[in-house]
Nanobody
């Protein structure tokens, strides 16, 4: 019944912008810290940005000043505004709780949304 559905990815030129959205179907959304994770080609999934239940935000150094994370608790949605995109931002972006949701001994993930930045 828990669902994480990401959208908004696409192909964009370096310097462009994208806005990612996440519909998080979980009853505890309003009291959970949330984040955006990225899996670049050939690399492990990493945490890009977080936002607490009280809207305190944090960013990886690589995206600081360019990305903005936000949430809408009434709609149970998470957003990531990405500006001045660089080729190294390329990857599949996932939303999840921080730390990630668990399903047995495994992390639970949605399908993610692909972001490709060309030079």
């Amino acid at each position: 019944q828990v669902q994480l559905v990401e959208s908004g990815g696409g192909l964009v030129q370096a310097g462009g912008s994208l806005r990612l959205s996440c519909a998080a179907s979980l009853g505890s959304f309003n009291i959970r810290a949330m984040g955006w994770y990225r899996q670049a080609p050939g690399k492990q999934r990493v945490l890009v940005s977080t936002i607490t239940s009280t809207h305190t935000t944090n960013y990886a150094d690589s995206v600081k000043g360019r990305f903005t994370i936000s949430r809408d608790n009434a709609e149970k949605r998470l957003y990531l505004q990405m500006n001045i995109l660089k080729p190294e931002d390329t990857g599949v972006y996932y939303c999840n709780t921080v730390p990630p949701l668990r399903s047995g001994s495994d992390d639970y993930w949605g399908q993610g949304t692909q972001v490709t930045v060309s030079s």
